[in-house]
C-alpha cells in the first residue's frame, strides 16, 4: 500500500519532532494511606486561583471539629474566603444512604461554598481535587 500525501503530511510532524517533544513533565508522589491529609491539607491551603472538587463521599459530623474530614472542609471554606474561585461536586446516588454528605453540604453552603449535589440517578465516584489547574489529588480515599 503507497503512501499518499495526505498521509505523509499527517505523519511529517511525528517523523520531525517526536512524541517525546509532545510530553508534558510531570511531578507525581505517592500521598496514599496516611499520607493523604496532609498533603490535600496543604495544598488546599496554599490553594490561590482555583479549586475543583468531586467527593463521593465527605463524612462529618459538624460538632466534630478535629475530625480531618472537618478540618478539610474548612480549608475549602479558608480558601473560598480568600477570594479563590470554589466549585464542589458531591454525590446523592444510594437511596439507602440519603444523609451522605449533609453535614459538608451544609457547612460548605452555609458559608457561600459553591457547592452542588449531582444529578439524581447518577453517581459520582470519583475523588478529585484540581487546585489552580495546577495540581491534581486523585485516589481512592473518601473523605471520613
Same mark, same amino acid.
Given at each position: 500500500?503507497?503512501? $499518499?500525501?495526505? #498521509?505523509? +503530511?499527517?505523519?511529517? !510532524? /511525528?517523523? =520531525? /519532532? !517526536?512524541?517525546?517533544?509532545?510530553?508534558?513533565?510531570?511531578? *507525581?508522589?505517592?500521598?496514599?494511606? &496516611?499520607?493523604? /491529609?496532609?498533603?490535600?491539607?496543604?495544598? =488546599?491551603?496554599?490553594?490561590?486561583?482555583?479549586?475543583? +472538587?468531586?467527593?463521593?463521599? *465527605?463524612?462529618?459530623e459538624l460538632?466534630? $471539629?478535629? %475530625?480531618?474530614?472537618?478540618? =478539610?472542609?474548612? &480549608?475549602?471554606?479558608?480558601?473560598? $474566603?480568600? #477570594?479563590?474561585?470554589?466549585?464542589?461536586?458531591?454525590?446523592?446516588?444510594? !437511596?439507602?444512604?440519603? &444523609?451522605?454528605?449533609? %453535614?459538608a453540604f =451544609?457547612?460548605?453552603?452555609?458559608? #457561600?461554598?459553591?457547592?452542588?449535589? *449531582?444529578? !439524581?440517578?447518577?453517581?459520582?465516584?470519583?475523588?478529585?481535587?484540581?487546585? &489552580?489547574?495546577?495540581?491534581? *489529588?486523585? #485516589? %481512592?480515599?473518601?473523605? %471520613?
Amino acid at each position: 500500500m503507497a503512501l $499518499t500525501w495526505v #498521509g505523509f +503530511i499527517f505523519i511529517l !510532524p /511525528f517523523l =520531525l /519532532f !517526536p512524541i517525546k517533544s509532545f510530553a508534558i513533565q510531570v511531578d *507525581i508522589k505517592d500521598i496514599s494511606d &496516611d499520607k493523604y /491529609f496532609q498533603a490535600a491539607h496543604e495544598a =488546599l491551603s496554599k490553594s490561590k486561583d482555583s479549586l475543583y +472538587i468531586a467527593m463521593y463521599e *465527605i463524612s462529618m459530623e459538624l460538632d466534630k $471539629t478535629e %475530625s480531618e474530614a472537618y478540618k =478539610l472542609v474548612q &480549608d475549602i471554606v479558608n480558601a473560598h $474566603t480568600r #477570594g479563590v474561585k470554589v466549585e464542589v461536586y458531591l454525590d446523592r446516588s444510594k !437511596p439507602y444512604n440519603e &444523609d451522605k454528605n449533609d %453535614s459538608a453540604f =451544609l457547612a460548605l453552603y452555609r458559608e #457561600g461554598v459553591p457547592v452542588k449535589f *449531582i444529578m !439524581p440517578g447518577k453517581r459520582l465516584h470519583d475523588k478529585l481535587i484540581v487546585i &489552580d489547574k495546577n495540581i491534581v *489529588i486523585s #485516589g %481512592s480515599s473518601n473523605w %471520613s
